[in-house]
């Protein structure tokens, strides 16, 4: 018998335990197991029924994703959920925790289905750029209905126990001490009233009544045009769900096979699966002490009430831990406090929280004038604006004031927090907590780990991280850390690309061509050209070389962006969609007039190459410097942090898509004709001169 898969008697009925941790996923042992187990089940006398059950903390997560992209290995397992379905004996499929995709797509082809509260299930293949490829485009309609089936299996949305009961994807909620119980109650009950086999594949009923409704699938493909334009797959979903709707079931299996393997093939599946395995990465910090504890973290201090500490405070109390809110002025305190309970207004006015819950959550805000009253948090994280001199003083005033062992962050996104902690007596203590604006929504968390920083802190704020639901990335300390290393470089190439010929909107529209929800110059509207423009400021006035632009101009007019209506683009009263402006045109002119620049055509292959590619030699910059762990950290990075693409795997992933060969070819052109913004990271060289991939590092 396998290891993976077991089979007991227990009374008169036969239970089918999967037992392949973590998550019991479909390896080819286990649907070996399964086939093993079930003809043992069928073939054992003593037996009335069947009941399968997943030990551990869940019952099957899904198909084994490492398989993907190898050779496929017999038996299949839409053939081994054939054969649960038409075994001869009532099948009974106990679910707990999560059953998702091919292990939801398990329990269709099984007779029943049960499940305990708290069970979630769903088809997510979707957001591995798949569909569920073992029956669930086929089942799920004989269920629940095209419509239904089409939004839950596009979406990958998880569904909980009680709805999945109300919308027949569960035969039953049973509280039971055990999943394995809840099955066994039902399968005795089964017996007892020998009850008939059901079984999905026969019931037409509802994909009877879709059939003909060409609109049905009509207006949703419309809908997907506007919200998954780039995806493949959502795409190939429609067309399964209507082949179960249109052909019989076989041919409807057959179909949905079809377009599993196109899925499968795609490079979509890969990216999406590279960002899948490079998100479960983050967490695993080579050389991190194995006894390092993560502290407790029941109190939270925030110093500054902007835009910035506003929306790191929503995410503490979002997940119930009080925060003290600590500004200069009580004007700035109420202010800052006006504008996260009208953040949790709007949202209860869209349905997604009580005026109670509201209510409860400002309770948890605690506003503050007084440092005293940082004496007894766990974790303070200072969010004011990027000055060296106010952030040294402010920790030297929480060295004073905060307990051993607290926590003290800071959300600079640019600053050495080496620097900054040495104005305290604990540097051990100090870290970097940079988030990402808006705070409240954007998922990155950029952890920043200073030469002195203990183990214990980054544990700390790597697990507190999770806790609030940002994706937490360890970075080293340097300037700009990650993203915005990567985003600075790339800013000034587009700034140039103006300069040489291109339009701002040409410049952009490469990368939203490649799937980011905006270019460059979009962004910098959104962010507020000021920001931009006082860096360079602060840049040149530290005496470095940073030349005349045109993006100072836009300063000087005071068109600072989506905030004025009027930045790199105009912006029509409540929209912010950008249109490119002919003042701008002129001003660029102008200024290309001041320079003695002769603007030249750029094509979009120079475009698109310019702006990625010194994101990637930078990108191998920072990775041979340590400053972030592995490739596949700033993946993540761009994909949580800047709208990176998910389907693309990130930056670095579609570097090795490319070829390195390719991108240091022409970084080597660009440093000739360039300078030295293009000098070629020595990594980069290195791995094309070993033939190898940043994947292979
Ligand atoms: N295959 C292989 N490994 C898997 C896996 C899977 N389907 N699902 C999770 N894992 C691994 C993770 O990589 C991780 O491994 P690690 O500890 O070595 O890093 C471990 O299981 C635990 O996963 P999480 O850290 O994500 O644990 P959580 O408790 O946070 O979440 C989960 C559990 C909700 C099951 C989440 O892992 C998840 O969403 N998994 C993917 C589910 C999925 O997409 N299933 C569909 C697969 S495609 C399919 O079934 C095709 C079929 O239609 C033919």
Request: glycine content about 10%; proline content about 5%.
């Given at each position: 018998?396998?290891?993976?898969?077991?089979?007991?008697?227990?009374?008169?009925?036969?239970?089918?335990?999967?037992?392949?941790?973590?998550?019991?996923?479909?390896?080819?042992?286990?649907r070996?197991?399964?086939?093993?187990?079930?003809?043992?089940?069928?073939?054992?006398?003593?037996?009335?029924?069947?009941?399968?059950?997943?030990?551990?903390?869940?019952?099957?997560?899904?198909?084994?994703?490492?398989?993907?992209?190898?050779?496929?290995?017999?038996?299949?397992?839409?053939?081994?959920?054939?054969?649960?379905?038409?075994?001869?004996?009532?099948?009974?499929?106990?679910?707990?925790?999560?059953?998702?995709?091919?292990?939801?797509?398990?329990?269709?082809g099984?007779?029943?289905?049960?499940?305990?509260?708290?069970?979630?299930?769903?088809?997510?293949?979707?957001?591995?750029?798949?569909?569920?490829?073992?029956?669930g485009?086929q089942?799920?309609?004989?269920?629940v209905?095209?419509?239904?089936?089409?939004?839950?299996?596009?979406?990958?949305?998880f569904?909980?126990?009680?709805?999945?009961?109300?919308?027949?994807?569960?035969?039953?909620?049973?509280?039971?001490?055990?999943?394995?119980?809840?099955?066994?109650?039902?399968?005795?009950?089964?017996?007892?009233?020998?009850?008939?086999?059901?079984r999905?594949?026969?019931?037409?009923?509802?994909?009877?009544?879709?059939?003909?409704?060409?609109?049905?699938?009509?207006?949703?493909?419309?809908?997907?045009?506007?919200?998954?334009?780039?995806?493949?797959?959502?795409?190939?979903?429609?067309?399964?769900?209507?082949?179960?709707?249109?052909?019989?079931?076989?041919?409807?299996?057959?179909?949905?096979?079809?377009?599993?393997?196109?899925?499968?093939e795609?490079?979509?599946?890969?990216?999406?699966?590279?960002?899948?395995?490079?998100?479960?990465?983050?967490?695993?910090?080579?050389?991190?002490?194995?006894?390092?504890?993560?502290?407790?973290?029941?109190?939270?201090?925030?110093?500054?009430?902007g835009?910035?500490?506003?929306?790191?405070?929503?995410?503490?109390?979002?997940?119930?831990?009080?925060?003290?809110?600590?500004?200069?002025?009580?004007?700035?305190?109420?202010?800052?406090?006006?504008?996260?309970?009208?953040?949790?207004?709007?949202?209860?006015?869209?349905?997604?929280?009580?005026?109670?819950?509201?209510?409860?959550?400002?309770?948890?805000?605690?506003?503050?004038?007084?440092?005293?009253?940082?004496?007894?948090?766990?974790?303070?994280?200072?969010?004011?604006?990027?000055?060296?001199?106010?952030?040294?003083?402010?920790?030297?005033?929480?060295?004073?004031?905060?307990?051993?062992?607290?926590?003290?962050?800071?959300?600079?996104?640019?600053?050495?927090?080496?620097?900054?902690?040495?104005?305290?007596?604990?540097?051990?203590?100090?870290?970097?907590?940079?988030?990402?604006?808006?705070?409240?929504?954007?998922?990155?968390?950029?952890?920043?780990?200073?030469e002195?920083?203990?183990?214990?802190?980054?544990?700390?704020?790597?697990?507190?991280?999770k806790?609030?639901?940002?994706?937490?990335?360890?970075v080293?300390?340097?300037?700009?850390?990650?993203?915005?290393?990567m985003?600075?470089?790339?800013?000034?190439?587009?700034?140039?690309?103006?300069?040489?010929?291109?339009?701002?909107?040409?410049?952009?529209?490469?990368?939203?061509?490649?799937g980011?929800?905006?270019?460059?110059?979009?962004m910098?509207?959104?962010?507020?050209?000021?920001?931009?423009?006082?860096?360079?400021?602060?840049?040149?006035?530290?005496?470095?070389?940073?030349?005349?632009?045109?993006?100072?101009?836009?300063?000087?007019?005071?068109?600072?962006?989506?905030?004025?209506?009027?930045?790199?683009?105009?912006?029509?009263?409540?929209?912010?969609?950008?249109?490119?402006?002919?003042?701008?045109?002129?001003?660029?002119?102008?200024?290309?007039?001041?320079?003695?620049?002769?603007?030249?055509?750029?094509?979009?292959?120079?475009?698109?190459?310019?702006?990625?590619?010194?994101?990637?030699?930078?990108?191998?910059?920072?990775?041979?410097?340590?400053?972030?762990?592995?490739?596949?950290?700033?993946d993540?990075?761009?994909?949580?942090?800047?709208?990176?693409?998910?389907?693309?795997?990130?930056?670095?992933?579609?570097?090795?898509?490319?070829?390195?060969?390719?991108?240091?070819?022409?970084?080597?052109?660009?440093?000739?004709?360039?300078?030295?913004?293009?000098?070629?990271?020595?990594?980069?060289?290195?791995?094309?001169?070993?033939?190898?991939?940043?994947?292979?590092?």
């Amino acid at each position: 018998m396998s290891q993976v898969v077991g089979y007991e008697l227990r009374g008169n009925i036969g239970v089918i335990t999967v037992d392949n941790p973590p998550v019991n996923a479909l390896g080819k042992d286990v649907r070996a197991g399964l086939v093993a187990a079930l003809e043992q089940g069928l073939a054992d006398d003593g037996a009335k029924a069947l009941v399968l059950v997943g030990a551990g903390r869940t019952f099957i997560a899904g198909a084994d994703i490492r398989e993907f992209g190898k050779p496929p290995a017999e038996p299949s397992l839409p053939d081994v959920i054939t054969r649960y379905d038409e075994a001869d004996k009532p099948v009974v499929a106990a679910l707990h925790g999560t059953a998702l995709g091919g292990g939801l797509e398990v329990a269709l082809g099984c007779h029943y289905r049960v499940a305990v509260p708290g069970t979630k299930v769903g088809l997510p293949e979707v957001k591995l750029g798949l569909l569920p490829g073992a029956g669930g485009t086929q089942r799920l309609p004989r269920l629940v209905g095209a419509q239904k089936a089409l939004e839950l299996i596009v979406s990958g949305e998880f569904v909980a126990a009680p709805k999945a009961a109300e919308l027949g994807i569960v035969d039953e909620v049973i509280e039971a001490e055990s999943p394995l119980e809840a099955g066994l109650q039902f399968a005795e009950k089964v017996t007892s009233e020998k009850r008939p086999l059901k079984r999905v594949r026969d019931q037409e009923e509802k994909v009877a009544a879709d059939r003909g409704n060409e609109a049905l699938f009509d207006e949703f493909r419309k809908g997907l045009e506007k919200k998954a334009r780039n995806l493949f797959s959502p795409f190939k979903i429609v067309d399964a769900v209507k082949a179960a709707v249109d052909l019989p079931f076989d041919e409807g299996m057959q179909r949905e096979r079809e377009l599993f393997r196109e899925c499968l093939e795609s490079p979509q599946r890969a990216g999406l699966v590279h960002a899948f395995f490079a998100e479960r990465q983050i967490g695993k910090i080579p050389g991190l002490a194995a006894d390092a504890k993560s502290r407790e973290i029941k109190h939270v201090g925030i110093i500054g009430a902007g835009t910035m500490g506003g929306g790191i405070a929503m995410n503490f109390v979002n997940v119930g831990i009080p925060v003290t809110l600590l500004e200069v002025k009580q004007e700035a305190l109420d202010r800052g406090l006006a504008v996260i309970r009208r953040n949790y207004e709007n949202s209860a006015k869209k349905g997604r929280l009580t005026q109670a819950q509201v209510e409860q959550r400002m309770e948890l805000i605690r506003p503050s004038l007084d440092y005293g009253d940082f004496a007894d948090v766990d974790l303070v994280i200072e969010a004011v604006f990027e000055n060296m001199d106010v952030k040294k003083q402010i920790f030297g005033k929480l060295d004073e004031v905060c307990k051993p062992g607290a926590v003290l962050a800071s959300n600079t996104s640019t600053l050495s927090i080496d620097e900054i902690a040495s104005a305290t007596k604990r540097p051990e203590d100090v870290v970097g907590m940079h988030f990402f604006s808006p705070a409240n929504v954007m998922k990155l968390l950029e952890n920043v780990r200073g030469e002195k920083t203990s183990d214990e802190v980054i544990a700390t704020v790597m697990s507190v991280g999770k806790k609030i639901k940002k994706v937490p990335v360890l970075v080293g300390n340097c300037y700009g850390f990650v993203g915005n290393r990567m985003l600075h470089k790339r800013g000034a190439e587009a700034m140039t690309l103006v300069n040489e010929g291109a339009s701002p909107a040409e410049a952009d529209s490469v990368l939203t061509g490649l799937g980011f929800p905006m270019g460059q110059f979009a962004m910098s509207d959104l962010a507020g050209i000021d920001v931009g423009y006082l860096i360079r400021q602060e840049r040149r006035k530290a005496g470095e070389d940073v030349p005349a632009s045109w993006m100072d101009k836009l300063y000087e007019a005071g068109r600072l962006g989506q905030k004025t209506q009027a930045g790199v683009y105009r912006y029509e009263e409540g929209s912010r969609k950008p249109i490119p402006d002919p003042e701008v045109d002129k001003l660029i002119e102008e200024f290309r007039k001041e320079q003695g620049i002769t603007p030249r055509e750029i094509s979009k292959d120079e475009l698109l190459e310019r702006q990625m590619y010194i994101m990637i030699n930078e990108g191998a910059k920072i990775l041979e410097e340590g400053i972030a762990i592995r490739a596949s950290d700033i993946d993540v990075v761009w994909i949580y942090g800047y709208g990176f693409p998910a389907y693309r795997g990130g930056p670095m992933f579609w570097a090795d898509q490319v070829g390195l060969d390719k991108i240091l070819d022409r970084v080597k052109e660009f440093h000739a004709r360039f300078g030295d913004a293009w000098k070629p990271a020595p990594l980069l060289e290195r791995l094309v001169r070993e033939g190898k991939k940043f994947g292979d590092l």
